[in-house]
């Protein structure tokens, strides 16, 4: 009789442990969700070791989730913990006899001497916890991969959004002591001091914005916002070029709005100085063939790495940021642009909250891989609607789609052209006419301000003020520019829209 009885009972807990699909028992340590939760309710501190650890998922066990639940709600409630409270808020819940009543909750207490062990109980439930999430998880996809209804990419693209969810929700970093992280730090000082560029980050060549910067420092999230047409790509990509060119730093380039022979057809202008249009035709004069033939060869072997995946979604860029990370040891990493990508997988109520996890997962990424990101970011028309010069420079506010981006930089960097807006001089009557502003809005770890540079828009490149004269053969750069100083003499101007039209051909 004893054994009849026992039997309906075997096959309930099979059929609540079993995993049907691979036949198995799912990870698990009930004897250890016993001891926390014994020690859990003998010593008074003990949830303050555990609370980051484990929630009440984490148990196997369906009762132990419900006592866990009971317990974590005395503590958020900053009430003892012991078994007669544990019973009493269980049965103010409604969930005593459902946890296995007074008495099973008694005896947990009394499989435990102490609480000394709690924390390492505690990452083994928390490993087991994983583990079974990520059965469950490919048992999902390997479902999905057998319905033929369901499209691969979208079930690669979901699959990578929950697996990154997975990833984000339970891994944690350890609180360490300040000793080694203070030795890092005279470390990066003693560095930087040794450098006769005073540098204690990647330079980007640019004089006056290194200035400011004191180069992109690794694990900031760099955002550089314009309006189109201001020249974002034309920027980065001179950046890229003096990083990997000149300092012979591996740099990487994801472009979400160009391919990739577009995006070299624009560094050979730049390289090269050929103008956009003749590259497109390929109608170059003697001369343009020659510098062609001479300097597109500077190009080969730098250590400039592209990916030109459209729509690219922040989980991909994860994956293949940490490969180049670690087969060709990138100093920094340039997205064109950040509203172009998507977090595919994961469900968002607005647009607004997605650009928003985009941005946070940027951040991340940063310093998990410890280099600079630099992300490109459209500004919103805001802009376009005020007046005056000093109307049309961009502010924090006129960041599109979402306060986050702002909130999550370290640096956030706006490009303003004055002659973009048909302002040619400014108060003092100096002549604005390709001049550019980088103005560094934001600086979590330094101070903002405006560096100037001269933009050529022939050749779609920034440069330093003063490098621009030996660029464009011109004998002295005054130190002071005035207004009969104009280095592009063929400018003109639409009348209806104040643009510079040798801006136009070329998208920036």
């Not at 003096?242 to 300092?247: E, F, G, M, S, T």
């Not at 180049?324 to 109520?349: P, W």
């Not at 979590?444 to 003063?466: S, V």
């Not at 030996?470 to 400018?491: A, D, I, Q, T």
Request: hydrophobic residues 40%; aromatic residues 6%.
């Amino acid at each position: 009789m004893e054994k009849q009885k026992r039997k309906p009972a075997v096959k309930v807990i099979e059929k609540t442990v079993v995993a049907p699909d691979i036949g198995k028992l799912p990870p698990q340590a009930r004897e250890l969700e016993e001891a926390v939760l014994g020690a859990l309710m003998l010593e008074k501190d003990s949830y303050s070791i555990v609370g980051e650890i484990l929630k009440p998922e984490s148990f196997y066990d369906p009762v132990h989730q419900i006592i866990y639940g009971a317990i974590q709600g005395l503590s958020m409630q900053q009430k003892p913990v012991d078994v007669l409270t544990v019973v009493e808020e269980l049965k103010r819940r409604g969930e005593l006899e459902a946890a296995g009543g007074p008495v099973y909750i008694a005896e947990l207490s009394e499989k435990v001497a102490s609480a000394a062990h709690i924390e390492y109980h505690a990452r083994i439930i928390a490993q087991k916890y994983l583990a079974r999430e990520l059965i469950s998880f490919s048992s999902d996809v390997s479902q999905n991969a057998f319905d033929e209804t369901v499209d691969v990419d979208d079930l690669m693209q979901e699959a990578e959004g929950k697996l990154f969810e997975i990833s984000q929700r339970n891994v944690k970093k350890d609180v360490i002591q300040i000793n080694p992280v203070i030795k890092e730090a005279m470390e990066n000082i003693q560095i930087a001091a040794n450098r006769k560029d005073g540098m204690s980050g990647l330079p980007t060549g640019f004089k006056e914005l290194d200035k400011l910067t004191s180069g992109w420092q690794n694990s900031d999230l760099v955002i550089i916002a314009a309006r189109p047409a201001m020249g974002k790509t034309a920027l980065v990509l001179s950046m890229a070029k003096n990083i990997a060119l000149d300092y012979q730093q591996p740099i990487a380039i994801f472009s979400l709005e160009m391919s990739n022979v577009q995006l070299v057809n624009r560094l050979i202008v730049n390289v090269c100085q050929i103008k956009g249009e003749s590259i497109k035709s390929g109608r170059l004069s003697d001369d343009e063939w020659e510098r062609l033939d001479k300097n597109h060869k500077l190009l080969y072997n730098a250590p400039i790495y592209i990916d030109d995946t459209p729509s690219l979604s922040v989980f991909e860029l994860r994956t293949k940021a940490r490969r180049l990370v670690r087969e060709h040891k990138i100093r920094a990493i340039i997205i064109d642009y950040l509203q172009l990508m998507n977090a595919s997988g994961m469900n968002f109520g607005s647009r607004e909250q997605e650009v928003s996890m985009i941005s946070r997962s940027l951040k991340g990424l940063a310093k998990e891989l410890n280099i600079p990101i630099l992300a490109l970011s459209q500004l919103n028309r805001g802009v376009e609607s005020r007046v005056g010069t000093e109307g049309k420079r961009p502010q924090l506010s006129d960041l599109r789609e979402s306060g986050a981006i702002e909130q999550d930089a370290d640096i956030v960097c706006f490009i303003h052209r004055p002659e973009y807006y048909r302002i040619t001089e400014d108060e003092m009557g100096n002549s604005l006419v390709g001049i550019a502003e980088i103005i560094v809005a934001k600086h979590r770890n330094g101070p903002t301000g405006i560096a100037n540079m001269r933009f050529d828009g022939e050749y779609a490149r920034f440069q330093n003020l003063d490098d621009y004269a030996v660029g464009r053969n011109y004998v002295e750069l005054p130190s002071k520019m005035n207004k009969s100083f104009k280095p592009n003499e063929s400018v003109e101007y639409n009348n209806s829209t104040g643009n510079a039209l040798s801006d136009e051909p070329l998208p920036f």
